[in-house]
């Protein structure tokens, strides 16, 4: 089983892929610092996937994560989708747009798509992770075969056994802390909720796959802690948004100085799926909206619309400005500084 010794990977920080955030030029920052980048390809198409690959791979010979989103295949549900998009009217209606007249799937699973199978065989990146699930055994096994290293998400200690059986190589433990969307394989089953220090003990004990600490970490203090719970690493995400090299919009950055980042919400309204976000005008809206958003990524077609037209006339409370409930501790400065930070802070809190 792949390890970060084994790919070389001498500091044991993972940034997350944060799809929409993570740049080629944040990932090899990481990597060439001696942590683990990572980039997140789900919300593009194969030829945006390779573009991202090769821009990563050209700024770093060192390892790098590609993430890909393994979601249930969306179920178009009409009647439901129109009552959504009634349901936001008034909100276009305040900067004068008309909703969508009707939604689709922006993003296609990774279990259904043969031909971003094809590039990453073809591109061989170090490590291949995934979020909301897994590929099938047979495309596990033809990433295995071109050496891929293999990553994947979990929220409980039953989705961790699938992924130990399964034979994927490290488990992300995403706590209910993390920011963005939760791993969850099945939204529509109860959540434990579980934090992450509870989450990542159960799964070191109960399974024998190396584990990766996920949530709310932000300093070096979190990552020894992660450490210590038997984590072979510490995944960082709302941590490294606010770098230079993030694509993050001055909007976003300025919302997560903001009091929103003080009171993060974990809201399905934005995209369909449950994800912690700072709190913005969705959010709040969102708290008060009785009815229940389409599938995931079709009810994204409708926020990421509603988003375009309140940023049209200079409102950005509608962004999805995913964030982890450590936002507060956020530090800005490149990314290459800030994992030597981390991993100095981690040394000193031994």
Same mark, same amino acid.
């Given at each position: 089983?792949?390890?970060?010794?084994?790919?070389?990977?001498?500091?044991?920080?993972?940034?997350?892929?944060?799809?929409? %955030?993570?740049?080629?030029?944040?990932?090899?920052?990481?990597?060439?610092?001696?942590?683990?980048?990572?980039?997140?390809?789900?919300?593009?198409?194969?030829?945006?996937?390779?573009?991202?690959?090769?821009?990563?791979?050209?700024?770093?010979?060192?390892?790098?994560?590609?993430?890909?989103?393994?979601?249930?295949?969306?179920?178009?549900?009409?009647?439901?989708?129109?009552?959504?998009?009634?349901?936001?009217?008034?909100?276009?209606?305040?900067?004068?747009?008309?909703?969508?007249?009707?939604?689709?799937?922006?993003?296609?699973?990774?279990?259904?798509?043969?031909?971003?199978?094809?590039?990453?065989?073809?591109?061989?990146?170090? %490590?291949?992770?995934?979020?909301?699930?897994?590929?099938?055994?047979?495309?596990?096994?033809?990433?295995?075969?071109?050496?891929?290293?293999?990553?994947?998400?979990?929220?409980?200690?039953?989705?961790?056994?699938?992924?130990?059986?399964?034979?994927?190589?490290?488990?992300?433990?995403?706590?209910?802390?993390?920011?963005?969307?939760?791993?969850?394989?099945?939204?529509?089953?109860?959540?434990?909720?579980?934090?992450?220090?509870?989450?990542?003990?159960?799964?070191?004990?109960?399974?024998?796959?190396?584990?990766?600490?996920?949530?709310?970490?932000?300093?070096?203090? =979190?990552?020894?802690?992660?450490?210590?719970?038997?984590?072979?690493?510490?995944?960082?995400?709302?941590?490294?948004?606010?770098?230079?090299?993030?694509?993050? !919009?001055?909007?976003?950055?300025?919302?997560?100085?903001?009091?929103?980042?003080?009171?993060?919400?974990?809201?399905?309204?934005?995209?369909?799926?449950?994800?912690?976000?700072?709190?913005?005008?969705?959010?709040?809206?969102?708290?008060?909206? =009785?009815?229940?958003?389409?599938?995931?990524?079709?009810?994204? !077609?409708?926020?990421?619309?509603?988003?375009?037209?309140?940023?049209?006339?200079?409102?950005?409370?509608?962004?999805?400005?995913?964030?982890? $409930?450590?936002?507060?501790?956020?530090?800005?400065? $490149?990314?290459?500084?800030?994992?030597? $930070?981390?991993?100095?802070?981690?040394?000193?809190?031994?």
């Amino acid at each position: 089983m792949t390890n970060f010794q084994q790919l070389g990977v001498v500091i044991p920080i993972v940034q997350a892929p944060m799809a929409g %955030v993570a740049t080629p030029e944040l990932a090899a920052a990481v990597s060439n610092a001696g942590g683990l980048g990572s980039i997140g390809v789900g919300a593009t198409d194969v030829a945006g996937a390779r573009a991202m690959i090769r821009a990563t791979r050209a700024r770093t010979d060192r390892p790098f994560n590609v993430n890909l989103f393994v979601h249930a295949t969306a179920q178009a549900d009409e009647p439901r989708e129109q009552q959504w998009l009634q349901a936001l009217r008034p909100l276009f209606n305040e900067y004068d747009a008309e909703p969508p007249s009707a939604l689709r799937a922006i993003y296609t699973s990774f279990a259904d798509d043969a031909a971003m199978l094809a590039m990453l065989v073809e591109e061989a990146p170090a %490590v291949v992770s995934f979020h909301f699930g897994m590929p099938s055994a047979d495309r596990i096994a033809a990433l295995k075969a071109v050496g891929c290293a293999l990553i994947a998400s979990a929220t409980n200690l039953n989705e961790a056994r699938q992924i130990e059986a399964a034979g994927i190589d490290m488990i992300v433990a995403q706590g209910w802390e993390a920011g963005g969307h939760r791993g969850m394989f099945d939204p529509s089953l109860p959540d434990d909720q579980l934090g992450t220090t509870a989450l990542t003990r159960m799964l070191v004990t109960h399974t024998s796959v190396p584990v990766i600490a996920a949530g709310g970490i932000m300093d070096g203090a =979190g990552i020894r802690a992660a450490l210590a719970l038997g984590a072979v690493a510490a995944q960082l995400g709302t941590a490294f948004i606010a770098c230079p090299e993030s694509s993050a !919009d001055e909007a976003y950055r300025a919302a997560l100085r903001g009091e929103g980042a003080q009171h993060t919400v974990m809201t399905s309204a934005i995209s369909g799926r449950p994800a912690r976000c700072l709190a913005n005008r969705f959010t709040t809206w969102a708290a008060t909206n =009785g009815f229940d958003a389409p599938d995931y990524p079709i009810a994204y !077609d409708a926020g990421k619309a509603l988003n375009a037209a309140a940023k049209a006339v200079g409102e950005a409370g509608f962004g999805a400005q995913w964030a982890g $409930q450590g936002a507060p501790l956020h530090r800005v400065m $490149q990314a290459s500084d800030l994992v030597a $930070q981390l991993w100095q802070e981690a040394n000193l809190s031994a």
